[in-house]
């Protein structure tokens, strides 16, 4: 089944306390990227990668860091987090090329940084 | 101007009516529109995309697109309270760096309520 998968779907954690969110996909898309989604403010996005070992900011990319050293596997890694990245993480990949792209999400993790 | 927007809602339709969903966006060079479609806590579901001017059909779904006016919508026949969710309107947008470097803009959805 072509699926994206992100782990863990739930964390809480503390300030300051590394972390990291993977995620991986099937379907040997080049494209992935990471969003946040919070009440108000809708999808931003916050790191995507083209294909391995290129990756770019997205919207909102202070705070975060990202690696992508396999196709399939876009880890999301917070180094020192802090409350206000609670928030709900999709990672997506993405078919297709030339402005006709779609993209597909995974789960979702829910992260609460107390 | 906002990239890709979306009337927040809530739009609140009764069972087998039309719900009607709007979209317009920014950037005169996006060819690619898609609506995905979001539960409460769940990730979003690709519905429907159009890439031509005119109305695309799957169900009881309707996309339409219309270039000149920046516009894309939604319609939704006979809904069903099962279509009570989020829909998020998107738009590929070129990337800062031009050429063929798209970016999925998202609006930030409007909330749409099916009453039984």
């Known amino acids: 089944e072509a699926q994206v998968t992100q782990n863990p779907r739930y964390l809480i954690t503390v300030t300051g306390k590394k972390l990291t969110v993977t995620c991986s996909q099937n379907?040997?898309?080049?494209?992935m990227s990471w969003y946040r989604q919070d009440p108000g403010l809708g999808l931003r996005q916050i790191y995507y990668s083209m294909n391995v070992e290129v990756t770019d900011k997205g919207d909102v990319p202070e705070g975060y860091k990202v690696s992508r050293k396999e196709k399939r596997n876009f880890p999301l890694i917070l180094e020192s987090p802090s409350p206000n990245q609670t928030s709900l993480y999709f990672c997506?990949?993405?078919?297709?090329?030339?402005?006709?792209?779609?993209?597909?999400f995974g789960p979702g993790t829910r992260l609460l940084v107390l | 101007q906002k990239e890709v927007e979306q009337n927040s809602g809530p739009l609140s339709v009764p069972e087998g009516a039309i719900a009607s969903l709007n979209c317009t966006y920014s950037d005169r060079g996006s060819q690619s529109f898609f609506w995905y479609r979001q539960y409460s806590g769940k990730s979003p579901e690709l519905i429907m995309s159009?890439?031509?001017?005119g109305d695309k059909e799957d169900g009881r779904f309707t996309a339409q697109l219309n270039k000149a006016s920046q516009y894309v919508s939604l319609l939704i026949r006979d809904s069903q309270p099962s279509d009570s969710a989020t829909y998020l309107c998107a738009v590929n947008i070129r990337g800062r760096s031009g050429g063929s470097n798209y970016k999925l803009t998202f609006g930030k959805g409007t909330l749409l309520t099916v009453n039984p």
């Open positions: 379907m040997n898309h080049e494209y």
């Open positions: 997506a990949s993405r078919v297709g090329g030339g402005g006709q792209e779609t993209q597909y």
């Open positions: 159009i890439y031509s001017n």
